[in-house]
């Protein structure tokens, strides 16, 4: 019962001094709103490159030439780049139990042309079975098959963006592209991926055969990529297995530097994570900064608060109320407030997140555990600059309030 009145008295203490409360209320709002935004969109990013990665396969092992170092925080190959080529793909999948699929692969960026109309697109000469390996989707049409790989055919299989550009409505199919200088026979499209996790366009690639690639197009006999997917369970041992046989090949000596690098997707996975949910926490804390801009709006609301109530202070002490219950009042004023504020920014922060998905198409995760996160923060805020009001409210002398008064 005595709570519950001391609830009472609180509230219509802010009821009655509205006009002065409310800019530190809207302070706390604007720090709380700030951070479930943030984090929404924090966490929208950090689950769009997570769907990204993990579209790719879990269990997918990227072989790459040379060393794989991180510049920025994205993963970039320096050193030789010419260390890989078929004969290492073969022997890879040949020779590594984990193994389930192996696809090599090489790319370039050329020009197309059919007819009239142009475009530059990514040229990617692979195995049959990169289809599998990338979890790639014939959308219309097929995709080359072994014995097409093996003769060297001159086929081609678009991405989605090189079918829109170049064709548009028309339909692609069996017409004839020129890829560089080549001509090739369009046999599929593929299905749209989107971007990937560093942001390039999947769609925007042109796949013909890897043999096709080397010898007719980039006219090279090394390849810039070995794409192996593992056997359930097995991706950290095909890691061992696949370096194994490239050290073997490339005769590599014990503590020499690898002219090659192997990494795991699970490995990438998680490091993503782990960049983009430290991005998220620094988000958040950088949005809190307003929630303490908004704690000393309470701070100052409060002391006014108390300067101008010490005769109606003094009449409570008076009439038996004790140094607590003063206490407990104006910390339940700053509660009241900073609640009131987490309410109006936790509206304020969905609606805004609602608005960047909708208009800026960003991706946000709005989760109800970061509301209550921000608004138990907000009081806790609202707590530690209201306490020291509250105390000084209590420590007044009823006696000394009333003659003052």
């Not at 607590?324 to 009042?329: E, F, I, P, R, S």
């Not at 339940?332 to 509206?347: D, F, Q, R, S, T």
């Not at 996160?373 to 805020?381: C, D, F, G, K, N």
Request: hydrophobic fraction near 50%.
């Amino acid at each position: 019962m005595r709570f519950t009145k001391l609830a009472r008295l609180a509230a219509a203490s802010v009821w009655r001094q509205r006009r002065r409360t409310w800019p530190a209320a809207i302070g706390i709002a604007v720090g709380v709103g700030g951070m479930v935004t943030m984090v929404a969109v924090g966490q929208g990013a950090e689950q769009a490159v997570i769907e990204r990665i993990a579209a790719l396969g879990t269990n997918l092992v990227v072989v790459s030439p040379g060393q794989t170092r991180i510049f920025a925080g994205r993963p970039r190959q320096v050193g030789n780049l010419t260390t890989l080529t078929l004969e290492d793909a073969r022997s890879v999948a040949a020779s590594c139990p984990s193994a389930a699929a192996v696809a090599p692969a090489q790319s370039r960026r050329l020009q197309l042309k059919w007819e009239t109309y142009a475009t530059s697109s990514n040229v990617v000469g692979a195995s049959a079975e990169i289809l599998s390996v990338k979890n790639l989707e014939v959308e219309r049409g097929r995709f080359f098959d072994d014995t097409e790989a093996r003769a060297a055919l001159r086929v081609a299989v678009l991405g989605a963006t090189v079918a829109r550009s170049l064709f548009a409505d028309a339909d692609p199919l069996g017409v004839t592209l020129r890829v560089g200088n080549v001509p090739f026979e369009v046999i599929g499209v593929l299905a749209p991926k989107g971007l990937d996790s560093t942001g390039n366009d999947q769609d925007d690639q042109v796949v013909i055969p890897i043999r096709t690639a080397l010898r007719r197009v980039f006219n090279v006999d090394y390849i810039g990529n070995i794409y192996v997917t593992a056997v359930p369970g097995a991706a950290q041992t095909l890691v061992g297995e696949v370096a194994g046989v490239l050290r073997e090949r490339h005769r590599i000596k014990p503590g020499k530097t690898d002219d090659f690098a192997v990494q795991n997707q699970a490995d990438v996975l998680e490091a993503e994570r782990s960049t983009a949910a430290s991005f998220t926490l620094l988000l958040g804390a950088v949005s809190a900064v307003a929630l303490l801009i908004g704690g000393v709006g309470v701070l100052a609301v409060m002391l006014i608060a108390v300067r101008e109530r010490m005769r109606e202070i003094g009449l409570r002490r008076a009439l038996g109320a004790s140094r607590h219950d003063v206490l407990a009042q104006f910390v339940g004023e700053a509660l009241l407030i900073g609640l009131g504020g987490a309410i109006i920014g936790v509206v304020l922060g969905v609606a805004a997140g609602l608005g960047a998905s909708v208009l800026g198409g960003w991706q946000v995760v709005l989760s109800a555990g970061v509301a209550l996160a921000a608004t138990a923060v907000s009081m806790l805020v609202a707590l530690a600059f209201g306490v020291a009001p509250a105390r000084r409210a209590a420590a007044v002398d009823p006696a000394t309030s009333l003659r003052s008064a």
